[in-house]
């Protein structure tokens, strides 16, 4: 069973820096897409930043130019470089990734168990 263990959030205060991860231990399988999405404090969870195997990328309006999303393909693993935070960011933010597990001859949409950040202004 393909996990996503997701490490790096905590509080930080406004236009300062954050970096979160996310890997994909194991074997078996192969990641086709991952990204990051959040959900602030009442509000609907959203799209932050994804990334394919093709290495295209997608961020929302509200992070782009302050956010990053990058791999290493060799380790399974997801990067977030959050730059210039606002307090509008703090959110649960959630690693995404689509798994390709040939056994099964199917695609996982797995999810991470969420990683808070905290921007105090």
């Known amino acids: 069973q393909v996990q996503l263990v997701e490490s790096g959030g905590g509080l930080v205060q406004a236009v300062g820096s954050l970096r979160v991860s996310c890997a994909a231990p194991g074997s078996g399988f192969f990641i086709r897409t991952m990204g990051w999405y959040r959900q602030g404090p009442g509000k609907q969870r959203e799209m932050v930043a994804t990334t394919t195997t093709g290495g295209s990328t997608n961020y929302a309006d509200s992070v782009k130019s302050r956010f990053t999303i990058s791999t290493d393909t060799a380790k399974n693993t997801v990067y977030l470089q959050m730059n210039s935070l606002k307090p509008d960011d703090t959110a649960v933010y959630f690693c995404?990734?689509?798994?390709?597990?040939?056994?099964?001859?199917?695609?996982?949409?797995?999810w991470g168990k969420g990683s808070k950040v905290t921007v105090s202004s």
């Open positions: 995404n990734a689509g798994v390709l597990v040939p056994a099964d001859e199917d695609v996982y949409n797995i």
